[in-house]
């Protein structure tokens, strides 16, 4: 079993930016990725980033540029930071890992850009 506890969520203006952190713990070996992903109201839940264990990332075309995501090992955390948010980034973020076929996810942040 794996757990993960996001935080780092928050209010903040359009221009501004904030850092997501995704705390892993329980079996966190042989992981094939990481990655975050988010819901708006009324949406459906979407891709945002991932990180694999090669270090490699991929990102959603409208946050190319904007968000970066990184990982500490010794932490056994993944990092989202968000630079020149706009209100559509608006939602609740969650952080998964992938491990030998299985998704686990964390319970979710919520962060709400304000014009």
């Known amino acids: 079993q794996v757990q993960l506890v996001e935080s780092g969520g928050g209010l903040v203006q359009a221009g501004g930016s904030l850092r997501l952190s995704c705390a892993a713990s329980?079996?966190?070996?042989?992981?094939?990725?990481r990655g975050w992903y988010r819901q708006a109201p009324g949406k459906q839940r979407e891709f945002v980033a991932r990180?694999?264990?090669?270090?490699?990332?991929n990102y959603l075309d409208s946050v190319k540029g904007r968000f970066t995501i990184s990982r500490d090992n010794t932490k056994n955390t993944v990092y989202l930071q968000m630079n020149s948010l706009k209100t559509e980034d608006t939602a609740v973020y969650y952080c998964n890992i992938i491990k030998g076929g299985l998704i686990y996810w964390g319970q979710g942040t919520q962060v709400t850009v304000s014009s």
């Open positions: 329980g079996s966190i070996f042989s992981i094939n990725s």
């Open positions: 990180i694999i264990e090669s270090g490699s990332t």
